[in-house]
């Protein structure tokens, strides 16, 4: 005869697995996609640069913007 623990614990972890953890990671990343929203306030501009005959696409980020001394 199986004890309990043998039979129960990879039971728990298909079910981990296959059902809990997808929704799980769904809504983590949901809840993080909300942060980065609501804490960035405005977003990042795509920028082309053109420098002896290279051109580069880079972002550019809204800290620059700021005067620092």
Same mark, same amino acid.
Request: overall charge positive; proline content about 6%; aromatic content about 10%.
């Given at each position: 005869m199986v004890c309990v623990p043998c039979v129960a +614990? %990879? +039971?728990? &972890? +298909?079910? $981990?697995?296959? &059902? +809990?953890? %997808? &929704?799980f990671i769904k $809504? $983590?990343?949901f809840k993080n996609k909300q942060k980065e929203?609501?804490?960035s306030e405005q977003p990042a501009e795509l920028i082309k640069e053109c420098k002896n005959g290279i051109c580069? &696409?880079?972002w550019k980020n809204n800290e620059d913007n700021k005067k620092t001394d």
């Amino acid at each position: 005869m199986v004890c309990v623990p043998c039979v129960a +614990i %990879p +039971i728990l &972890l +298909i079910i $981990w697995r296959f &059902l +809990i953890q %997808p &929704l799980f990671i769904k $809504w $983590w990343q949901f809840k993080n996609k909300q942060k980065e929203v609501m804490n960035s306030e405005q977003p990042a501009e795509l920028i082309k640069e053109c420098k002896n005959g290279i051109c580069t &696409l880079s972002w550019k980020n809204n800290e620059d913007n700021k005067k620092t001394d």
